[in-house]
């Protein structure tokens, strides 16, 4: 699993594109990443949102 700020963007974007969509409806991460603090998740998914990309 990883979690890093940087994976979750790409995952978020690379869905965005597949799809064929501006926004996800909603973001779910299956599993906590032990390596990576909740913190810096929380922070990315906020910006996200924030971006657009992510409505929950």
Avoid: C, F, W
């Avoid at 699993?1 to 064929?20: A, F, H, W, Y």
């Avoid at 779910?28 to 992510?54: C, F, N, W």
């Amino acid at each position: 699993m990883d979690s890093t700020p940087k994976n979750i963007r790409r995952s978020v974007e690379g869905s965005l594109e597949r799809l064929r969509v501006d926004s996800i409806d909603l973001l779910y991460q299956h599993r906590v990443d032990s390596d990576v603090p909740i913190e810096e998740v929380a922070r990315t998914v906020k910006e996200l949102m924030q971006e657009g990309k992510v409505k929950h």
